[in-house]
């Protein structure tokens, strides 16, 4: 996440845990980054800054899987990620840089995309229960405040800070031991932005249980720059912003 996209923002303050979460050793990937270490401890949020050539999307879509290093190796608490399959086995979240291509499917209901990842909790046989898809969908809106109709409304008639909410709510649905969010506020208004960030932070906090997530005004700030990577963390669940 870029320094211009949380101007008004301040994380709040907290203590790290011990144990690595998420972590990252020699990546390089040809054109994009080259010989990364990364680190990121229980409670700990690490973002990102750089310009849009710098390589920080492409480093964030390999920790989740999405592209293959030339060299390197990322683990989730120990666990070798060399896929997008094994990021989820192992509980990594992730939000995309592209919402409207990558993040929710339009036609499909606020229940349907922000259950993708749960499905298969939600019912018996391969069967998804409507109710029980739409009961949990109900808290996702709850706890992330999303100005809509109802579970059963089109994410594409949402607005933008409401479809990424969408998105965050999947990513956060199976409770991820790790979070990976690229540019979670682009495209949405400065009210939109607090709300976003003050989620994922409520997510680091609440750690190992699912997430109960609420609205939060709290001003904060993340400092610009290609070498400037902010750390703050408490036990619990692991962030990363790029």
């Known amino acids: 996440m870029t320094g211009e996209a949380t101007a008004t923002y301040t994380y709040r303050s907290r203590t790290a845990g011990t144990g690595v979460v998420l972590a990252a050793k020699g990546l390089s990937l040809t ?15 690490v973002g990102l800054a750089g310009s849009g050539s710098s390589g920080k999307v492409g480093l964030a879509e390999t920790l989740v899987g999405l592209r293959r290093p030339d060299k390197g190796v990322v683990s989730v608490n120990g666990t070798p990620i060399k896929d997008v399959p094994s990021a989820l086995k192992a509980g990594l979240g992730f939000v ?5 291509h990558e993040g929710f499917v339009p036609l499909l ?62 990513a956060l649905a199976d409770d991820p031991k790790a979070l990976v969010v ?21 997510a680091v906090e609440r750690g190992g249980s699912r997430p109960g997530l609420r609205r939060t005004g709290r001003p904060a700030r993340l400092r610009q720059g290609a070498g400037d990577v902010p750390r703050q963390g408490r036990e619990g669940r692991a962030a990363w912003l790029e």
């Open 96 to 100: 995309p840089q592209d919402r409207h």
């Open 31 to 45: 054109g994009r980054y080259e010989a990364v270490d990364l680190t990121v401890r229980s409670g700990e949020i």
């Open 109 to 170: 209901s606020i229940a349907e995309n922000a259950t993708i990842p749960i499905a298969h909790k939600l019912g018996r046989f391969g069967f998804v229960s409507p109710a029980s898809r739409r009961a949990r969908a109900v808290e996702m809106i709850k706890d992330l405040d999303i100005k809509t109709e109802g579970p059963d409304q089109p994410v594409g008639d949402l607005s933008g800070g409401n479809a990424q909410k969408v998105v965050l709510a999947r």
């Open 182 to 202: 690229i540019n979670p506020t682009a495209g949405v208004d400065v009210k939109a932005k607090q709300s976003l960030l003050g989620a994922v932070e409520d």
